[in-house]
């Protein structure tokens, strides 16, 4: 039988042409028109260059510059005529839709085929034609699909269609309607061909692909400011990953002799053309380097909560389900290879720890909606890497897929209380939406108690199994960071919910009038993303009741590490503990963040709205230092140093000392390395002949004893 | 007796000179020169090497850079004289506008 | 040196060229301002036919490769790669020119005759197997540039580019020929294949590597590689821009192609030190082109110094000497970069109405939105010329670097890929200007068949030979030298 692989990047390749072409001639059509207004309005200037007094020409933009705030609806110019916003969503959701139809069609015979046969299934792989050709190597333009290639497809295209349904409700009054279903369907084409991609430099150029949509699409609203920066910070950022995947690369290269997929089973099969193990270790860190890049890890995670700046559905798509998952992918793809190098492994699980726990804390301390949602993503991409570090690599791909499906619902719900409130994203401002938006509480629940880890939403499974696999493998620092993570997460996902749903509405009634619940083409894809934070877990039931689904049908694709077993009574009481931390986490924000008793006034400091109706709660409760403190304020002042302060103090200080002054500090000094360089070169560059033919006597000098002292 | 390397001895200085009046001199008309100088400097080397070879390559390309370089001056004096009418002057550190 | 008059059949696409530039000529004194549109089209289809008479075979030429001239001319497959590249720039370029200097103040006749001249004296170097023909052909060439480079001759940033590059220029050839002259004295012969005899016999004489490192520096310096780059950034700025263009491509692949021939067929069998200093040079431009790259504000400049970067990435072809990697990489590579710097370029020409206006990286503001195709195109380009696939760029950056690491210069070729991340930086500023940032006032926007035509053909071979570069690196690797 000829799987016709290759449709299925096609097809959504086709809606970026047919949605581009339109955009663009719809697009010319206006500044046709408007170049014909300002020609009227300007009747005197003819083609002058001194731009400088021209003023706008497309109407001015208001311009807004709150910081990290995705301004939803707001517009760049007139809602697009109907016919076309139907011609965009058909195909942006169409061509999308039937791809994921397709390939649902190849992969289930598959999967089924490799369920029945574990050892003998061979992955699919169809090659177009010979690309690259240098010597003995060959690049080809090939596509594969096996195991996890199977995974990965399965939730970017089903999760891909929901979230493409999703925009068609949310981006409805957007001026760019279009050109966001082209990127979006871009994007998608992308991503498929890093998933479907049979050797590193095609994975390469999908990855570059969902980079350029990324930056293009945080940069949608390309009139603020703040976006424009975030996509630069998010560029930036990327290209110091994409260094180190180039030379892992040619490393890979140069250690198998090829690029192809191939070399994973040479790997298994340690078989390698040349390599010492300095050599491997330094393949792994710099392809790992690459991984971190995309997928936000201790050093470059900065570009992420950034990224929010983007449209909520782009947040969802590419900054939480499938696109920063693409470097867990990498490590996962190339599992064989880090197994032979240990050390590398050692240092993915540090650095995947390391960011779960830097990135949980904080998020304790965010007040954007968003921004909780963005640091939770890195968290749990932490926890991914901090599997595949600890040997585990299909239990990390298990959380890659149940991680899709609730923090795509998380977001899109987010998107939904964003849309409600009319671009309000700050969480001190809401309140009380539980019965005001039914639909999208229900969903967001779900998925909240799926990413805190309570028994039986797919959350779980995943992050159970990570946690277990940590402490199989006798990792029990690694254990006690997740585990602390996980009563971190716990806490801020449901501290996110008191605030957003408990409670009452803390803005004015005149808003409060206007809080609808979102249209169908919004609530059904959170419907069905709620569904799956419920049952995707099951496909990865632990060991302990029967068969692991999963880690059984990614057995042929990727490595693992052998642990020791451990008895059941320990897997048991290991659950156990996890339950309780994360019931801990959920008890204390219940308790904290009662959602009452406050108004929300834009200048005011955090506490005032947050800690004390939840100072007020826990001293009631307790009863004790309630009597001592007579007043409110030292009340706050109490729990802020005894508990709040501390956390916030290591959040804040995270994020504004680390982020701000390390990192941003880093950059700085390269980009002031560089500039120096680029002086340096432009002095020599005096623009005086002389000098110029000075500097060449000097160069054939150079050259000339160069030559004489070797 | 005059040998070889007295020849190869006076082009290398004949070149050094000027190498150096391209490298010091302000004026368009005697850095034109230098570069004369230089060409010179090449011709005298091959007609130098040609003779002790016996071979008349070295004359033929030493015609040949006399040719070409009765062409180049050609040329750099119409530079010279269209930068003269636009900046009144043939001085090269006038003619530095672009830079960086 | 007698030669068989037969031998003038080897050169009738050059001579055809050469009579049509110099009845261009006459004809250019009697025709009106108004119709010397037809002197460019003239020009154009008498590029098109010398690209046929290249082709067709002459009864007494039947194999390649052929050598005439006492040895001073040669017709192999490697001159022909080269002729088909050179002959295809300067088409570009014409087809860039018609507007821009139809609208100028300046007479257009001597201007493609210039053109058609500087074209000559390239497919005369690319063929040339002889000291004395390699140098008057680049001579030929060099004059016709300096003309070419003052063309706009009230402008005094025009004139000040041809000063510059004339004074150069010519030190340059000084050098280059002081080294030729010690070539000489130390190998008695003047043919590339005496050279070699020569070499291989005494590698060590010191004449002969004082020779080798001084033609090295001067061909570096056609080349713009570092440290003898300086020229490039100014003439680019300044000249008109087709021929802005025309420099950063033309004489370029000329200056290759002759690099190849000396160094590969007379120096290489004797003593392959050299690639010392090509490494060196390669790797100090690299960094020069890039890094100055990182703050230009006007985009000729900024576009020279990328140039002056890809010569960095292109000597590393050169290290490759004695393996099969090297020259082939260097083939693909040239052909990929005049695709997509003539694209940029073409743009560039587009948003030139008159004078120096549209050349500021500002100039590119809100273009996504004003004309989208356009933009579109030149993000093309842009990724092209970082070296992104699926572009032609990537393939040919792929061929190079792959070939520095098998010619064992590892570090060379992190150098290069480190680089290519900085270049991202510059490139994506105009990326940046066209997608992200407003454009004021009303589109300042020549659309023009001609150069629109120029600008999609490059178009078509960044993206096609991208995807499919298979018939581009068969070709290339049908056309070494042997």
């Known amino acids: 039988m000829n799987y016709p692989i290759w449709l299925i990047p096609a097809l959504p390749l086709l809606g970026f042409l047919l949605n581009g072409l339109a955009s663009l001639l719809y697009g010319a059509a206006q500044a046709q028109k408007r170049g014909e207004e300002w020609r009227k309005a300007h009747p005197d200037e003819g083609h002058g260059h001194d731009h400088g007094s021209h003023e706008a020409a497309h109407g001015a933009h208001d311009s807004h510059d709150a910081h990290g705030h995705d301004h939803g609806h707001h517009d760049t110019g007139p809602m697009l005529p109907w016919a076309l916003r139907l011609f965009h969503g058909v195909v942006g959701v169409g061509t999308v839709g039937l791809a994921t139809v397709l390939s649902f069609g190849i992969l289930v015979p598959y999967a089924k085929s490799v369920m029945?046969?574990?050892?003998?299934?061979?992955?699919?792989?169809?090659?177009?034609?010979?690309?690259?050709?240098?010597g003995g190597l060959s690049i080809d333009i090939a596509f594969r699909i096996d195991a996890l290639s199977a995974l990965m497809l399965s939730f970017v295209t089903f999760v891909g269609t929901l979230i493409h349904l999703y925009s068609v409700g949310y981006m409805q009054a957007e001026a760019g309607y279009g050109r966001f279903f082209a990127y979006?369907?871009?994007?998608?084409?992308?991503?498929?061909?890093?998933?479907?991609?049979?050797?590193?430099?095609?994975?390469?150029?999908?990855w570059e692909g969902v980079g350029l949509c990324s930056y293009l699409l945080i940069g949608y609203y390309y009139d603020k400011d703040f976006a424009a920066a975030a996509g630069k910070k998010a560029f930036v950022t990327n290209r110091v990953g994409d260094f180190g995947m180039v030379l892992g690369i040619f490393g890979i290269l140069a250690l198998f002799g090829t690029t192809d997929f191939s070399f994973v089973?040479?790997?298994?099969?340690?078989?390698?053309?040349?390599?010492?193990?300095?050599?491997?270790?330094?393949?792994?860190?710099?392809?790992?380097?690459?991984?971190?890049?995309?997928?936000?890890?201790?050093?470059?995670?900065?570009?992420?909560?950034?990224?929010?700046a983007g449209p909520t559905p782009v947040s969802a798509l590419i900054h939480a389900a499938t696109m920063v998952t693409a470097g867990v992918y990498l490590v996962a793809r190339c599992s064989a290879v880090f197994l032979l190098a240990p050390d590398a492994l050692t240092l993915v699980a540090w650095v995947g720890a390391g960011t779960a726990i830097l990135a949980a804390s904080i998020g304790l301390a965010q007040n954007d909606i968003k921004k909780v949602l963005a640091y939770s993503t890195v968290s749990q991409l932490g926890y991914m890497f901090l599997a595949c570090g600890v040997g585990a690599f299909a239990i990390g791909m298990f959380h890659v897929f149940t991680h899709a499906f609730f923090k795509a619902c998380l977001f899109l719900g987010s998107g939904s209380v964003i849309h409600a409130l009319h671009h309000e994203q700050d969480m001190r401002a809401m309140g009380g939406l539980a019965k005001k938006t039914p639909a999208t509480h229900l969903t967001m629940l779900v998925s909240a108690l799926a990413i805190a880890g309570i028994v039986p939403f797919a959350g779980f499974f995943s992050k159970d199994q990570i946690l277990g696999s940590a402490f199989a493998g006798g990792h029990y620092i690694l254990f006690a960071v997740g585990l602390v993570t996980a009563g971190m997460t716990a806490f801020y996902m449901f501290r996110l919910y008191r605030m957003t749903f408990s409670g009452t509405y803390r803005g004015t009634p005149e808003q409060e009038s206007h809080i609808h619940e979102s249209p169908l083409t919004m609530t059904v894809p959170l419907w069905i993303l709620g569904a799956g934070s419920v049952l995707t877990g099951f496909l990865g039931l632990p060991e302990v009741f029967g068969k692991n689904l999963m880690v059984e049908f990614l057995s042929p694709s990727v490595g693992k590490m052998h642990a020791h077993e451990v008895s059941h009574a320990t897997e048991y009481l290991l659950m156990a503990v996890s339950l309780a931390v994360a019931g801990a986490g959920i008890f204390l924000a219940f308790k904290w963040y009662t959602g009452q008793d406050a108004k929300f006034t834009p200048g005011a400091a955090p506490e005032d709205i947050i800690a004390s109706p939840a100072a007020h709660a826990f001293f009631e409760k307790t009863g004790t230092l309630g009597k001592v403190v007579a007043n409110k304020w030292n009340v706050d002042e109490g729990i802020e140093a005894l508990v709040l302060s501390p956390f916030r103090k290591i959040g804040t200080f995270l994020w504004r000392g680390?982020?701000?002054?390390?990192?941003?500090?880093?950059?700085?000094?390269?980009?002031?390395?560089?500039?120096?360089?680029?002086?340096?070169?432009?002095?020599?560059?005096?623009?005086?002949?002389?000098?110029?033919?000075?500097?060449?006597?000097?160069?054939?000098?150079?050259?000339?004893?160069?030559?004489?002292?070797? | 007796m005059i040998t070889l390397t007295h020849y190869v001895g006076l082009s290398f200085l004949l070149f050094s000179i000027g190498v150096t009046g391209v490298l010091i001199r302000r004026n368009l008309l005697t850095v034109l020169m230098s570069i004369e100088l230089m060409l010179n400097a090449v011709n005298l080397n091959l007609i130098a090497f040609s003779r002790q070879l016996g071979d008349l390559n070295g004359h033929l390309f030493a015609i040949f850079i006399i040719t070409v370089a009765a062409g180049e001056a050609a040329i750099g004096l119409a530079i010279i004289v269209s930068l003269y009418r636009l900046k009144g002057s043939v001085n090269l550190d006038d003619a530095a506008e672009m830079k960086g | 040196m007698p030669f068989p008059v037969s031998d003038l059949i080897l050169i009738v696409p050059e001579l055809f060229l050469t009579a049509v530039a110099l009845g261009l000529l006459i004809y250019a004194t009697v025709v009106s301002r108004e119709k010397e549109g037809a002197i460019a089209w003239m020009a154009l289809a008498a590029l098109v036919l010398t690209g046929v008479l290249l082709f067709v075979p002459f009864s007494s030429v039947t194999s390649l490769p052929q050598i005439g001239f006492a040895g001073m001319f040669a017709v192999d497959k490697f001159s022909l790669f080269f002729k088909i590249l050179i002959l295809a720039a300067a088409a570009v370029t014409i087809l860039f020119s018609l507007r821009f200097i139809g609208s100028s103040p300046y007479p257009g006749g001597e201007y493609y005759c210039l053109i058609l001249l500087t074209t000559v004296g390239m497919l005369f170097m690319v063929s040339g197997v002889h000291l004395v023909s390699i140098y008057i052909a680049l001579e030929l060439m060099a004059l016709s540039q300096y003309v070419l480079a003052g063309y706009f001759k009230q402008e005094t940033k025009s004139i000040e580019a041809a000063a510059k590059y004339f004074v150069l220029g010519a030190f340059s050839s000084g050098v280059l020929l002081y080294g030729l002259s010690l070539v000489y004295g130390a190998a008695r012969t003047l043919t590339l294949t005496g050279v070699a005899q020569a070499l291989a016999a005494s590698p060590k004489a010191p004449l002969f590597i004082l020779g080798i490192i001084l033609v090295a520096c001067g061909l570096f310096f056609k080349i713009a590689s570092a440290p003898f780059h300086v020229w490039a950034p100014d003439v680019y700025e300044g000249a008109p821009t087709p021929i802005a263009a025309f420099f950063a491509v033309g004489p370029k692949l000329a200056a290759y192609a002759i690099f190849a021939r000396i160094f590969y067929s007379g120096f290489g069998p004797g003593s392959a030190d050299w690639t010392v200093i090509v490494a060196a040079s390669a790797a100090l431009t690299m960094v020069v082109g890039n890094v100055g790259a990182l703050m230009q504000e006007n985009v000729k400049r900024l576009l020279g110094y990328s140039s002056i970067g890809h010569a960095g990435y292109a000597l590393m072809g050169f290290l490759g000497y004695g393996t099969d990697f090297g020259l082939p990489a260097l083939m693909i590579y040239l052909a990929s970069y005049a695709l997509m710097t003539l694209g940029a370029f073409g743009l560039v020409v587009m948003l030139e109405t008159k004078g120096y206006a549209g050349e500021s990286v500002d100039d590119f503001n809100g273009l996504a939105r004003k004309n989208p195709t356009a933009a579109a195109a030149m993000l093309v380009f842009l990724l092209s010329l970082t070296g992104i696939p699926p572009t032609v760029g990537f393939i040919?950056?792929?061929?190079?670097?792959?070939?520095?690491?098998?010619?064992?210069?590892?570090?060379?070729?992190?150098?290069?890929?480190?680089?290519?991340?900085?270049?991202?930086?510059?490139?994506?500023?105009?990326?940046?200007?066209?997608?992200?940032?407003?454009?004021?006032?009303?589109?300042?926007?020549?659309?023009?068949?001609?150069?629109?035509?120029?600008?999609?053909?490059?178009?078509?071979?960044?993206?096609?030979?991208?995807?499919?570069?298979?018939?581009l690196v068969s070709w290339a690797k049908a056309c070494l030298l042997n």
């Open chain 3, 396 to 471: 040919g950056k792929y061929y190079l670097f792959t070939s520095a690491m098998k010619a064992g210069w590892f570090w060379l070729a992190l150098l290069g890929v480190l680089m290519s991340a900085v270049s991202l930086f510059y490139y994506f500023r105009i990326v940046r200007a066209m997608y992200l940032v407003d454009g004021e006032g009303e589109l300042r926007w020549k659309e023009e068949p001609a150069v629109s035509a120029a600008v999609i053909a490059c178009l078509a071979g960044t993206l096609l030979f991208g995807i499919l570069p298979q018939p």
């Open chain 1, 658 to 710: 680390f982020d701000a002054l390390f990192i941003d500090g880093l950059v700085n000094a390269s980009a002031f390395m560089v500039e120096l360089t680029g002086d340096l070169v432009r002095f020599f560059t005096t623009g005086n002949v002389r000098n110029y033919a000075l500097t060449f006597v000097l160069g054939v000098l150079g050259f000339t004893l160069y030559i004489w002292m070797r």
């Open chain 1, 116 to 134: 029945s046969n574990v050892e003998g299934a061979r992955p699919i792989v169809e090659t177009l034609y010979h690309w690259i050709q240098v």
């Open chain 1, 265 to 308: 089973d040479m790997a298994r099969q340690q078989q390698m053309a040349s390599g010492t193990p300095l050599g491997v270790y330094a393949v792994c860190a710099l392809l790992f380097l690459g991984a971190c890049g995309k997928s936000a890890q201790v050093p470059l995670y900065v570009w992420l909560p950034d990224a929010m």
């Open chain 1, 184 to 206: 979006l369907n871009l994007f998608m084409f992308s991503m498929l061909m890093l998933v479907l991609a049979n050797n590193l430099p095609m994975l390469f150029i999908g």
